[in-house]
T-cell receptor, first 113, second 113 residues
């Protein structure tokens, strides 16, 4: 496996379900990110982790809960989502913060019914 | 609210011509600027970064930055059908605070054979 891998690729969940998105990076990076990409809206930064510590929570509702157990893995735990949360969720990693290029995974397409 | 604005397109370009994409940003103190390319159904990939006023060339791509006018542009020379994608402009407003990019909505480019 190379690069940034996200699973699952597609997820359909009801508003009362609990699910988790997984991201794994094989690049030796030490910073990881969650972005949300909705139709007709720009990419929105959700969370930033550096050296497994959360350094940014961009006013994201508490129904989204991130977890970074180590520098290679990042999770996004989902519960009681709303239909407007349907979007493409992208994970990214970089070597450090500052201006290091972001390497994105292929995303999880989430549909909330 | 820091904003990055792009024309959504589509920008239709004949094969072999120059595609010119523009991006404006709201914060005069912005420090770092990036162009990402996103094919349909795929994740964004970095194609150019630029930090100082002027031009930066990389192969068929040229990024241009004018901080006084708060715009950054991307030129694609000798456009190919494989360049058909959405191009995302991203701005790092405060790299000392971390790699927290603000993205524009993207310009869709269509290169016609």
């Amino acid at each position: 496996e190379t690069g940034v891998t996200q699973t699952p690729r597609h997820l359909v969940m009801g508003m009362t379900n609990k699910k988790s998105l997984k991201c794994e990076q094989h690049l030796g990076h030490n910073a990881m990110y969650w972005y949300k990409q909705s139709a007709k809206k720009p990419l929105e930064l959700m969370f930033v982790y550096s050296l497994e510590e959360r350094v940014e929570n961009n006013s994201v509702p508490s129904r989204f809960s991130p977890e970074c157990p180590n520098s290679s893995h990042l999770f996004l735990h989902l519960h009681t989502l709303q239909p407007e949360d349907s979007a493409l969720y992208l994970c990214a990693s970089s070597q450090g913060l500052g201006d290091s290029p972001l390497h994105f995974g292929n995303g999880t397409r989430l549909t909330v019914t | 609210q820091k904003e990055v604005e792009q024309n959504s397109g589509p920008l239709s370009v004949p094969e072999g011509a120059i595609a010119s994409l523009n991006c404006t940003y709201s914060d005069r103190g912005s420090q770092s600027f990036f162009w990402y390319r996103q094919y349909s159904g795929k994740s964004p990939e970095l194609i150019m970064s630029i930090y100082s006023n002027g031009d930066k060339e990389d192969g068929r791509f040229t990024a241009q930055l004018n901080k006084a006018s708060q715009y950054v542009s991307l030129l694609i020379r000798d456009s190919q059908p494989s360049d058909s994608a959405t191009y995302l402009c991203a701005v790092n407003y405060d790299k000392a605070a971390g790699n927290k990019l603000t993205f524009g909505g993207g310009t869709r480019v269509l290169v016609k054979p």
